[in-house]
C-alpha cells in the first residue's frame, strides 16, 4: 500500500518545522496535537497495510486521523509572530500539515473535505453546503 509513504514524509515535514518554532509559540499545545495526529495516524495506516478483524472500519480512522490533523492545522492558523525567522517557519509548518492534510483527503468523506475549506479556507459554510448537495 502507498498510504505509509504518502503520510510519512508530510508528517515528518510538520515535526521538523514545529522543532524550528518551539520558542515562539504554546509549543505543549502543539506537542499534545501532534501525539494524538501521531496516534491516529498510525492507527490509520496501520490498518491500510496489515488490517485486522478489530482494527474500527477504515474510513472512520481515514476520518479520525483527518480531522486530528485539522485541528492542529487550526492551532497553526492561530499562531503569529512579527520575527521574519519564526513566520517563515510557521509558514513552512502551515504548509506541511496542508500536505498532510492532502494526503489524507482520498480518504475521507466530501462533507469532511468542505470542513477544511470552511474551517481554514474561509469558505462561507453556504457555499460548503451547496457544494455538498448540488
Known amino acids: 500500500m502507498?498510504?505509509?509513504?504518502?503520510?510519512?514524509?508530510?508528517?515528518?515535514?510538520?515535526?521538523?518545522?514545529?522543532g524550528r518554532?518551539?520558542?515562539?509559540?504554546d509549543f505543549a499545545a502543539w506537542c499534545r496535537q501532534v501525539r494524538e495526529v501521531d496516534i491516529a495516524l498510525?492507527?490509520?495506516?496501520?490498518?491500510?497495510?496489515?488490517?485486522?478483524?478489530?482494527?474500527?472500519?477504515v474510513d472512520r480512522l481515514a476520518r479520525d486521523a483527518f480531522m486530528t490533523v485539522l485541528a492542529l492545522a487550526q492551532l497553526l492558523a492561530g499562531a503569529y509572530s512579527?520575527?521574519?525567522?519564526?513566520?517563515?517557519?510557521?509558514?513552512?509548518?502551515?504548509?506541511?500539515?496542508?500536505?498532510?492534510?492532502?494526503s489524507l483527503?482520498?480518504?475521507?468523506?466530501?462533507?469532511?473535505?468542505?470542513?477544511?475549506r470552511v474551517l481554514l479556507d474561509g469558505d462561507p459554510l453556504e457555499v460548503a453546503l451547496e457544494r455538498m448537495f448540488s
Open 105 to 116: 483527503e482520498p480518504y475521507v468523506s466530501r462533507a469532511d473535505r468542505e470542513t477544511r
Open 2 to 18: 502507498t498510504v505509509r509513504s504518502t503520510i510519512d514524509p508530510s508528517f515528518t515535514s510538520v515535526l521538523v518545522e514545529l
Open 42 to 57: 498510525a492507527r490509520f495506516c496501520d490498518a491500510m497495510d496489515a488490517p485486522r478483524p478489530d482494527d474500527l472500519p
Open 82 to 102: 512579527d520575527d521574519t525567522r519564526t513566520k517563515t517557519a510557521l509558514e513552512l509548518t502551515q504548509l506541511a500539515v496542508a500536505e498532510l492534510l492532502d
Open 21 to 25: 518554532v518551539r520558542h515562539e509559540v
